[in-house]
């Protein structure tokens, strides 16, 4: 079965539009990218969510191939570039 969304891309993107996107869900969203390893980061987008509903889970993709392979198994995805 394929996962439902997926934020794809830099951390530091996941800002205000990202969040207004997600604000209305109550959903697991993954983000994948290889600085979710890192706890700071994580924070950062468990903070921008406080208060909704999304359920962040983090996922590090050891390798451009694996990130892309990963990708495929969402049924949405939101892309943080501008």
């Known amino acids: ?3 439902k969304i997926e934020v794809a891309g830099h ?3 996941v800002g205000s539009v990202i969040v207004r996107c997600l604000q209305g869900m109550e ?4 983000f994948v990218h290889r600085q ?9 987008v468990i903070q921008a ?6 359920t962040p889970e983090f996922i590090c993709p050891k390798s451009h191939l694996e990130a892309l392979t990963l990708l495929g198994e969402f049924q949405q995805m939101i892309d943080t570039f501008p």
């Open 49 to 54: 969510l406080s208060g909704s509903r999304v």
């Open 36 to 44: 979710f390893q890192y706890a700071r980061t994580q924070e950062h």
């Open 11 to 13: 951390q530091g993107m």
């Open 1 to 3: 079965m394929a996962r």
């Open 27 to 30: 959903s697991k969203v993954c």
